[in-house]
């Protein structure tokens, strides 16, 4: 059966481009034109790659990719924008995406890239609830329920505790500077200082029961930011 790709993208003339390209590559092809019709479709029908532009009506890519990153870590993201400054990059890759892609772009390039992206093995393709779990230490994460239980007992976080752990979870062993976790979590838009994260951290230690001296989990990266590490 071939993959299932869904195309976010505004742009009329490359919209059609690349669905018809797509479709001649042997792919099966949806596409929506702004980010709320993207999310929904995204959510309904589970395809197999998403390609997104960032420069979106309703919703930007940005916020579409945090949104579907609760609930589905997994999918395989290609982004496709003209924006081509590194904080957009960074932001982008930030919240998940396997790849970005500058426009204009090569055809041939963008294939390549989403056939490398769709080769990546995947929790994704797994059945069953365990596909959306994540467990480290006494803890247990259900990213699909929104979920944290910690030595089998329930705990409540709120909505942006909860977004933090699950960006933490997702992207292991990687160090963060606060600014990406700021733009990752909270969004472009996001007034306060990048030392809220600081006090986030702090919360989500307390609840996970990591020691705020000698951190497991949520580790402290001198000059960085944080890092997350399962193991420990």
Same mark, same amino acid.
């Given at each position: 059966m071939s993959e299932r790709i869904l195309v976010v993208e505004d742009d009329p003339s490359i919209l059609r481009g690349l669905?018809?390209?797509?479709?001649?590559?042997?792919y099966r092809v949806r596409s929506a034109m702004d980010g709320e019709?993207?999310?929904?479709?995204?959510?309904? $029908?589970?395809?197999?790659?998403?390609?997104v532009? &960032?420069?979106? /009506? !309703?919703?930007? +890519?940005?916020?579409?990719i945090r949104e579907l990153r609760k609930t589905d870590p997994d999918l395989p993201i290609v982004i496709l924008s003209a924006r081509g400054?590194?904080?957009?990059?960074?932001?982008?890759?930030g919240l998940g995406a396997d790849d970005y892609v500058v426009k204009p772009f090569?055809?041939? $390039?963008?294939?390549?890239?989403?056939?490398?992206? &769709?080769?990546? /093995? !995947?929790?994704? +393709?797994?059945?069953?609830?365990?596909?959306?779990l994540r467990r480290f230490g006494a803890a247990e994460v259900d990213l699909q329920a929104r979920r944290l239980t910690v030595g089998g007992q329930e705990v409540e976080l709120t909505q942006r505790e909860f977004d933090l752990l699950a960006f933490f979870v997702t992207h292991p062993g990687r160090a963060f500077r606060r600014e990406e976790l700021v733009r990752a979590v909270w969004g472009s838009s996001y007034e306060g200082t990048a030392r809220t994260v600081d006090n986030f951290v702090a919360r989500l230690?307390?609840?996970?029961?990591?020691?705020?001296?000698?951190?497991?989990?949520?580790?402290?990266?001198?000059?960085?930011?944080?890092?997350?590490?399962?193991g420990g």
């Open positions: 669905q018809l390209n797509l479709t001649m590559e042997g019709t993207g999310l929904r479709l995204a959510r309904s $029908e589970r395809p197999d790659l998403l390609v532009d &960032l420069t979106l /009506p !309703r919703m930007d +890519g940005l916020a579409l400054h590194e904080s957009d990059k960074v932001a982008g890759l090569s055809l041939k $390039e963008l294939l390549a890239r989403i056939g490398a992206a &769709l080769r990546r /093995p !995947r929790a994704r +393709g797994e059945t069953g609830p365990g596909r959306s230690r307390a609840h996970i029961g990591d020691d705020p001296d000698h951190p497991r989990h949520l580790e402290t990266v001198r000059g960085v930011g944080y890092r997350f590490t399962p």
